[in-house]
Nanobody
Framework: VQLQASGGGLVQAGDSLRLSCAAS????????MGWFRQAPGKEREFVAA????????YYADSVKGRFTISRDNAKNMVYLQMGSLKPEDTAVYYC??????????????????WGQGTLVTVSS
């Protein structure tokens, strides 16, 4: 299984950016797919997820209304559209896959497969 995250970069506050996660060895529609991030000196945290059953989406309060997670089953890809970016969004962003139940969709330890991360830097 491989998850390849891409799309990070240096942007200004207020800009938008789309992250992509290409999956191989698993089918994204069969897993809860999540995005997590880790800022410098901080612990990794949940950002967003899309459920394997029904495709429901879930967000951390800090990104709700600004970020949108989606998936393309045909391309076996997951995306994170980020808008109104803030300096505090600066972090390495990781995509991950979990076979857990819906109630655990934001539980990081249950995500078995992880990508390598892509760096997003938001300047003020």
């Amino acid at each position: 299984v491989q998850l390849q995250a891409s799309g990070g970069g240096l942007v200004q506050a207020g800009d938008s950016l789309r992250l992509s996660c290409a999956a191989s060895g698993l089918t994204v529609r069969s897993y809860n797919m999540g995005w997590f991030r880790q800022a410098p000196g901080k612990e990794r945290e949940f950002v967003a997820a899309i459920s394997r059953s029904g495709g429901g989406t879930y967000y951390a309060d800090s990104v709700k209304g600004r970020f949108t997670i989606s998936r393309d089953n045909a391309k076996n890809m997951v995306y994170l559209q980020m808008g109104s970016l803030k300096p505090e969004d600066t972090a390495v962003y990781y995509c991950a896959a979990s076979a857990g139940v819906l109630s655990t969709i934001s539980t990081m330890v249950l995500y078995k497969y992880w990508g390598q991360g892509t760096l997003v830097t938001v300047s003020s």
